[in-house]
């Protein structure tokens, strides 16, 4: 059965850094490409950032892209989402999620396999 777990979240200062993980099981993430969405309070879930299989290919949202960075270690079936420079907007839950396809997709409806979430929370 396929599994995502993330971790890393927390409450941390406007301008401050986390760095989330999400690990696999019973999938091979080497064969999926991998994303992160975020979903604040009131709002939909919404695209973060995706990286292709390899890692060779990713697209992020732009209000993330500069601050923002997946990797992703296929040996541990592992994907990161390193946070910098984190703003109060930046609060939500995140979830990673998985993919089959050619290209990583930037929509909810995309991905199949979704992990419960990690709480972000960026106090002003």
């Known amino acids: 059965q396929a599994r995502l777990v993330e971790s890393g979240g927390g409450l941390v200062q406007t301008g401050g850094s986390l760095r989330l993980s999400c690990v696999a099981s019973g999938i091979t993430i080497g064969s999926y490409n991998m994303a992160w969405f975020r979903q604040g309070p009131g709002k939909e879930r919404q695209f973060v950032t995706s990286?292709?299989?390899?890692?060779?290919?990713?697209y992020s949202a732009d209000s993330v892209k500069g601050r923002f960075t997946i990797s992703r270690d296929n040996a541990k079936n592992t994907v990161y989402l390193q946070m910098n420079s984190l703003k109060p907007e930046d609060t939500a839950i995140y979830y990673c999620a998985a993919q089959i396809g050619w290209e990583p997709g930037t929509s909810v409806d995309d991905y199949h396999i979704w992990g419960q979430g990690t709480q972000v929370t960026v106090s002003s």
């Open positions: 990286t292709s299989r390899a890692g060779g290919t990713t």
